[in-house]
């Protein structure tokens, strides 16, 4: 069997998450939290749009994990995102973060917004 290093370029990968926590590249966040190219933050939830539109210039695919059930996230968030040409994926969040990982290793230009389970 062949191992290889994983590199995360640009962006921290989820190291692991709980009950109301997420610890990503190292670091525990409480609560919703946005990650990609630009850093790891807090996340005031589907009504931070500003937050999220603001990825336009560096990411290709946002995915949402909508805590430890899949739902719908609002209509006119995701037409907002869609308008800017951010691709919008949703799932549960440990789904969106086993996704996340896998493409931000593979270079992609990814990013995270996640409720927490």
Avoid: K
């Avoid at 990825?55 to 909508?66: A, E, K, M, P």
């Avoid at 899949?70 to 995102?81: F, Q």
């Amino acid at each position: 069997m062949r191992l290889n290093e994983i590199s995360y370029n640009n962006a921290s990968p989820v190291d692991g998450y709980g009950p109301g926590f997420f610890r990503i590249g190292g670091q525990v966040y409480e609560g919703a939290v946005l990650t990609g190219p630009a850093g790891t933050a807090t996340w005031g939830g589907y009504a931070d749009d500003t937050s999220l539109l603001e990825l336009s210039d560096s990411v290709d695919v946002l995915f949402i994990g909508t805590g430890a059930e899949l739902s719908h996230i609002p209509a006119d968030l995701r037409t907002a995102l869609e308008n800017v040409g951010i691709g919008v994926e949703i799932m549960n969040s440990p789904a969106a973060c086993r996704t996340y990982n896998v493409l931000l290793s593979e270079g992609r230009r990814v990013a995270l917004a996640l409720l927490p389970v």
